[in-house]
């Protein structure tokens, strides 16, 4: 069994910063492409930032240049640093993973349950 648990989403002022977290636990063999994506009150999730294994990363373009995603493939993490918040970034944060299990040769997408940011102006 495959879990991503998400952590590190709170409320903070415009302006702030704040680092989210995502580890990824179970029977894993390997795991390419991660990502993070939100999803706003009546909106529809949308692709926050993607990183590959080897590393290449893509932004969607309102937070390019504020927010940095990483990973850590040894310990299976995934993180984004979100500075310069803005009250549009308030969102529910899910991040998701590309996932070879042991039990299967093909990769199958995995989600985690989400952590809440939110940001006051």
């Known amino acids: 069994q495959v879990q991503l648990v998400e952590s590190g989403g709170a409320s903070v002022q415009a302006g702030g910063s704040l680092r989210l977290s995502c580890v990824v636990s179970g029977s894993i063999f390997s795991i390419n492409t991660m990502g993070w994506y939100r999803q706003a009150p009546g909106k529809q999730r949308e692709l926050v930032a993607y990183i590959t294994r080897g590393g290449s990363t893509d932004y969607t373009d309102s937070v390019q240049g504020r927010f940095t995603i990483s990973r850590d493939n040894p310990m299976n993490r995934l993180y984004l640093q979100m500075n310069s918040l803005k009250a549009d970034d308030t969102a529910v944060y899910y991040c998701?993973?590309?996932?070879?299990?042991?039990?299967?040769?093909?990769?199958?997408?995995?989600w985690g349950q989400g952590t809440q940011v939110t940001v006051s102006s």
């Open positions: 998701n993973a590309q996932i070879r299990t042991a039990a299967r040769t093909a990769y199958e997408l995995y």
